[in-house]
């Protein structure tokens, strides 16, 4: 049986204990703190934690919250002018509920479910440098998920990921109760002051049950910068009120006679955004990867973190079940990270970075258009869930002028694009990665469940791209084109060839097909096609292609449904 000892049991460390716990794996969960220290201490996070995030645990059966946790249903967004008043003020409703579950329940329930699990053991230290020496020694990996102590340095940073060399905010977290209900409620109320900072609040779930919290991002050296005076939980909650009194006097009045959920229930603290190398070398010469905040440290102005970490769990899961009994080498550390970064991490550190810096005009367009345009309001709520959706129109001032003249006729429409789209979904469909050669050598794929088979004398297939996907040109350029119909445990080809990325082939092994088509291993049916007619349908083009050489090697298909994957499953009544 494998040994794997994960160092940290915060969101990520403990998530994917469980999840090896559960496929088998000896496991030793190193935590700091006995479960009941985690609970009578202070608040770590915010932890906004959205659906995307949320389904992970779901598949691990961790979600233990679902009914006592309240609802976040929407994003409400204010941009603050001059005067004080919101220049911009939209609403917008997430497609599935978000939850904020006070870590402090719900890693100390997590340390115990474990423990009771009947297979591995807690660890009760702080891990030191020579710690991890030891648990190399002993276990076939060493996960590293907590950046405390000396740990912080184990990873180097990396520059080249990592724009900013000091905090861009100054934070607090506030847990408090009793303050008055909102005609909205059930929302993620996001402030946003130029030159001033962030405010933002939410329903969630603590030790004591449920409560409001408040999250304060303060520009360095403005006047939301004002917490190093402060020394106590009282005065913490003092301070709090005056800056809801001077810059958002309807939450001032909301928030009056609040009180703090605990004596613990605040937290101020600053930090450097950094992107850190995965894997650390021990002066055995043996090695470590880092997960999570680790290597991975976000500003919380996106509430990111928690969910980063969530998905950091999945991506290390997944990758260490693929990996079978192979040596957990510093090459496949390496790999480990990168189909997390390129399959997640990047978008979620682009668009936190994005907003610690000052708005561009486009930026400015995109939230004044949300109050007017419902759609990009809800494209917008669902970055928050989601932040490869907002590639390429958040990064780009061309994509962003294009996606509001998109969204803008499509306002005009006759149905609700984001219903249509969820009705549509309940449509189950199989899950391929189309690939091509592009006429100069390069690679192209992409994932989509829109294909589907049309005649079999002549033998003729279909797929439909949108109109607005980068590779586009190159497969309406291509002779040719190959369709793998993936196996359900290919999901990660699915991420991979869905996210932009300039090679989205790289760590995959390919052989060349027809006409040099790129070719992928493992699916459960592959279709070499010669395209024979590209015909114009709406927002997407419909190519038809002509089978000219197939492989059936079968096994079980990966399914997508309303927004999920799925694995087929043979009826019980059948």
């Given amino acids: ?95 599935g509920p978000a939850h904020s579950v006070d870590q402090r329940v719900k890693c100390a329930a997590w340390i115990e479910q474990f423990a009771d699990g009947g ?28 950046g405390k102590g000396e740990l912080s340095q184990l990873f180097p940073c990396n520059s080249e990921l990592s724009p900013y060399d000091r905090p861009r905010r100054a934070l607090a977290l506030t847990y408090v109760t009793g303050a008055a209900p909102r005609e909205e ?56 009120l005056e800056i809801l009194h001077r810059f958002f006097p309807d939450e001032y009045e909301r928030h009056r006679h609040a009180r703090l959920t605990d004596s613990g229930g605040v937290l101020r603290g600053r930090l450097t955004p950094t992107v850190r190398h995965p894997v650390a ?55 480990t990270f990168d189909h997390f970064w390129r399959g997640w991490a990047q978008w979620a550190v682009g668009w936190t970075n994005s907003l610690l810096t000052d708005l561009s005009p486009h930026h400015r367009d995109l939230l004044t258009a949300a109050a007017e345009t419902p759609s990009v309001a809800d494209a917008l709520a669902a970055g928050f869930d989601d932040p490869r959706t907002l590639y390429r129109w958040w990064f780009e001032e061309a994509e962003a002028h294009r996606f509001l003249a998109e969204k803008r006729a499509q306002h005009a429409a006759r149905f609700d694009g984001r219903e249509l789209r969820r009705a549509l979904g309940q449509y189950a469909t199989g899950v391929t990665v189309v690939t091509a050669r592009a006429p100069d050598g390069r690679n192209v794929g992409m994932t989509a469940n829109s294909f589907t088979s049309v005649s079999l004398n002549p033998p003729l297939v279909l797929w439909c791209p949108g109109k607005n996907s980068p590779s586009l040109p190159d497969f309406t350029d291509a002779s040719h084109f190959a369709v793998h119909i993936l196996a ?54 419909i190519f038809l292609g002509e089978v000219e050489q197939y492989e059936a090697d079968g096994g079980t298909p990966l399914v997508f449904h309303s927004g999920y994957y799925q694995v087929a499953t043979k009826h019980p009544d059948m």
């Fill in 488 to 541: 359900a445990d290919q999901h990660h080809l699915s991420r991979q060839f869905a996210t932009p990325a300039d090679d989205k082939f790289r760590g995959t092994p390919t052989t060349p097909g027809i006409a040099g088509t790129p070719l992928l291993d493992g699916a459960v049916a592959r279709f070499q096609c010669r395209t024979v007619q590209r015909l114009d349908a709406g927002d997407h083009i």
């Fill in 281 to 335: 070398r021990l002066a055995s010469g043996r090695h470590v990867l880092g997960m999570a905040d680790a290597v991975v440290l976000n500003d919380p102005i996106t509430g990111q973190g928690a969910n980063n970490a969530a998905q950091a769990a999945t991506h290390y899961l997944d990758s260490i079940l693929r990996h079978g009994t192979a040596e957990f080498t510093p090459q496949w550390m390496q790999r």
């Fill in 1 to 95: 049986m494998r040994r794997i000892a994960v160092v940290g049991a915060g969101q990520a460390g403990a998530q994917l204990a469980l999840g090896l716990q559960a496929h088998g794996y000896d496991v030793t969960l190193v935590a700091d703190r006995e479960p009941d220290e985690i609970r009578r201490g202070p608040v770590m996070s915010s932890q906004c934690m959205f659906d995307t995030a949320l389904q992970s645990e779901r598949e691990l059966g961790l979600h233990h919250w679902e009914d006592q946790a309240p609802d976040i249903s929407g994003i409400a967004f204010s941009l603050i002018g001059p005067h004080g008043t919101p220049d911009v003020s939209w609403r917008a409703t997430l497609e």
């Fill in 185 to 240: 409620a059930g929302a993620l109320h996001y402030r946003m002051v130029p030159g001033v900072g962030e405010y933002f609040s939410f329903p969630a779930l603590t030790t004591t049950g449920p409560c409001d919290i408040m999250v304060f991002e303060g520009v360095p050296g403005g006047p939301m910068d004002c917490w190093d005076d402060i020394r106590t939980p009282e005065g913490h909650l003092t301070r709090s």
């Fill in 119 to 146: 297979r591995g053991e807690v660890v009760l230290h702080e891990a030191g440098v020579n710690d991890l020496e030891w648990y190399a020694r002993t276990h076939d990996l060493v996960v590293v998920s907590t």
